[in-house]
Structure formats: structure tokens, C-alpha cells
């Protein structure tokens, strides 16, 4: 490969890990109190969180460059402070963040739902708090479903698209990833790029697709 697609591939990768440690915490939380309380507005809730899932990512895109462009309240206040978003890698980090954040809470909820509650009871009768409670037993009862969620989410933040293109555009060397670097030189006749990345595009998609569902068999199996 070329050193071009290499660096392509390398910047993919490392933002793509990058947006998924960023939304690992705020995932596990939210799939903590999706699964676990009940209140009022909570599918409302739900809702939003799964909105990337159904929504167009062009239409999601917009609604990030709306939040975090230079004339918005919020990107005023970054900007102010020495914070640009749009058109730039910081961009690419938020697009695939938010845009891979469902996948992580919907298969992280999945798994503590299946976390027996009682384990739970027994371990505060024993004397233990919340905090400890859920690091001691509810996370490690869950963690195949968490994996697997992160797993998604890195291949979902590698292929994105189209919320990308709104928030971070296709700058060469800049904000240019996989899916990106793969439409220009598409639009531009230089397919055998094209289909080298297309290549290390499918490789990393199998191989975190593959992991996920092998940690999901052997969720169901123990």
C-alpha cells in the first residue's frame, strides 16, 4: 500500500478507538439506567439515544454542524476558547462518536438486563454500596455484552460516512477517512485506491463483526 492509504487507514483507526473510548463510559451508564430504572420519560429517552440508528447520517450531520459550527451558542463558546470542530479532526472524532454510540448502549443494556438482579440484592445485604455493587458483580457479569458493544461501535465509527462529510468535510491528510478516501477516489478514476481500501475496509469490519458475535455465543452458552 501506498504511503497515502496508509495514512488514511492509520488515522481511521486511531480516531476510530479514540470515539469509542470517548463513548465507553457515557454507553455503560446510560445502558445501566436504561436497564435498571424506570421513570417518567424514559422511552423519550430511549429514543433519542437510538435516533443515529434510523436517522439519516447526512441529516445527523446537519444537526451536528447546527450544534458545533461557529455561529451556534456552543461553537461560539469552543471557538472562543480555541476549540474548532467543524472541518476538522475534532469533527471526525464527534461524527463517529455520536453516530456509534447506539450500538454500544443497545448491546451493553442487552447485557445487564441479563444480570440477575438478586446478585445484586445479595451482594447490598453483604454490606457492599452501589458503586461497588456494579464494578464487583453487575460488570463483570456483563462485560461480553459491553465488548461486543465496543466492537460495533469501532466498526460502525470506521465506516461512517455521511455525518462525517457534514461536520469534518473530506480534506486530504486532514479529515479524510476509509469510507471518504474510498468515494473520492471513486470520483476521481483511481479505482485501484479505491479497492485497496474497499480491501482493508472489509478486513476490519469482518474481523470486529466476527469477535462480536463469537463474544455473543458465548454469552447465550454460559
Same mark, same amino acid.
Given at each position: ?6 495514512? !488514511?487507514? %492509520?488515522?481511521?483507526l486511531?480516531v476510530a ?5 470517548? =463513548?465507553l463510559? !457515557?454507553? =455503560? ?5 436504561? $436497564?435498571?430504572k ?13 435516533? +443515529? ?8 450531520g446537519?444537526v451536528?454542524l447546527? /450544534?458545533?459550527g461557529?455561529?451556534?451558542?456552543v461553537?461560539a ?5 480555541g ?8 469533527? &471526525? ?17 442487552? $447485557?445487564?438486563?441479563? &444480570?440477575? +438482579?438478586?446478585?445484586?440484592? #445479595? ?5 457492599? @454500596?452501589? +458503586?461497588?455493587?456494579f ?5 463483570p457479569? @456483563? ?8 466492537l460495533? $461501535? ?10 462525517? #462529510?457534514?461536520?469534518a468535510g ?9 469510507? *471518504?478516501? =474510498?468515494?473520492?477516489?471513486?470520483? *476521481?478514476?483511481?479505482d485501484?485506491?479505491? %479497492? ?5 475496509t /472489509?478486513?476490519? @469490519?469482518? !474481523? ?10 458465548s454469552? =447465550?452458552?454460559?
Amino acid at each position: 500500500m501506498s504511503a497515502e492509504i496508509w495514512q !488514511i487507514t %492509520l488515522f481511521s483507526l486511531a480516531v476510530a478507538l479514540a470515539s469509542t473510548l470517548l =463513548i465507553l463510559p !457515557i454507553g =455503560i451508564a446510560v445502558a445501566w439506567v436504561l $436497564a435498571r430504572k424506570n421513570w417518567a420519560g424514559k422511552t423519550f429517552v430511549e429514543t433519542i439515544v437510538m435516533l +443515529p440508528l434510523v436517522m439519516p447520517p447526512v441529516a445527523t450531520g446537519l444537526v451536528l454542524l447546527k /450544534i458545533f459550527g461557529r455561529r451556534s451558542p456552543v461553537g461560539a463558546w469552543l471557538y472562543d476558547r480555541g476549540v474548532e470542530v467543524v472541518f476538522n479532526p475534532k469533527g &471526525v472524532l464527534i461524527a463517529m462518536a455520536v453516530m456509534s454510540f447506539p450500538l454500544l448502549v443497545r448491546s451493553a443494556r442487552s $447485557a445487564f438486563v441479563e &444480570v440477575d +438482579p438478586r446478585l445484586e440484592q #445479595i451482594a447490598s445485604t453483604l454490606g457492599a @454500596a452501589g +458503586p461497588r455493587i456494579f464494578f464487583a458483580v453487575t460488570l463483570p457479569l @456483563a462485560w461480553r455484552g459491553v465488548v461486543a458493544g465496543c466492537l460495533l $461501535a469501532y466498526s460502525r465509527a470506521l465506516g461512517e460516512f455521511g455525518a462525517t #462529510i457534514m461536520v469534518a468535510g473530506n480534506i486530504p491528510g486532514r479529515t479524510q477517512t476509509l469510507s *471518504l478516501a =474510498i468515494y473520492s477516489f471513486v470520483q *476521481l478514476g483511481q479505482d485501484h485506491e479505491a %479497492l485497496t481500501l474497499l480491501g482493508v475496509t /472489509i478486513v476490519l @469490519a469482518f !474481523i470486529a463483526v466476527a469477535l462480536s458475535e463469537r463474544l455473543a455465543r458465548s454469552k =447465550i452458552k454460559t
